[in-house]
């Protein structure tokens, strides 16, 4: 069964840093465009970062950008997203989720995605 399963989540400081992890099963993770979303209370689900099957390259929102970076590891069909200088406004459930497509600059709509993880939580308050 294809399965996404999120993890490392938590209560963190401003200015602290996350790390997320996203462990694939029931397919090979190399071969779809994998990305993070999140979705804060009362707000809409929106992209975070992602890593594109057709060339392979990472792409981010503009207000993760330079804070956050999304890697992949192959050999254990696992995706991470380092999050440092983490931001109140950072807040929100995180999510995994994949496809075998790629929609370029449309990347970030959650409408274009077909696996999705349960989500991991992520409260940066003091």
């Known amino acids: 069964q294809v399965q996404l399963v999120e993890s490392g989540g938590g209560l963190v400081q401003p200015g602290g840093s996350l790390r997320l992890s996203c462990a694939a099963s029931?397919?090979?993770?190399?071969?779809?465009?994998i990305g993070w979303f999140r979705q804060a209370p009362g707000k809409e689900r929106e992209g975070v970062s992602c890593?594109?099957?057709?060339?392979?390259?990472?792409y981010y929102a503009d207000s993760v950008k330079g804070r956050f970076t999304m890697s992949r590891d192959n050999a254990k069909n696992t995706v991470y997203l380092q999050m440092n200088s983490l931001k109140p406004e950072d807040t929100a459930v995180y999510y995994c989720?994949?496809?075998?497509?790629?929609?370029?600059?449309?990347?970030?709509?959650?409408?274009?995605?077909?696996?999705w993880g349960k989500g991991t939580p992520v409260t940066v308050s003091s």
């Open positions: 890593i594109s099957r057709s060339d392979g390259s990472a």
């Open positions: 029931g397919f090979t993770l190399n071969y779809y465009t």
């Open positions: 989720a994949a496809t075998n497509g790629w929609y370029g600059s449309r990347w970030s709509d959650p409408h274009r995605m077909d696996y």
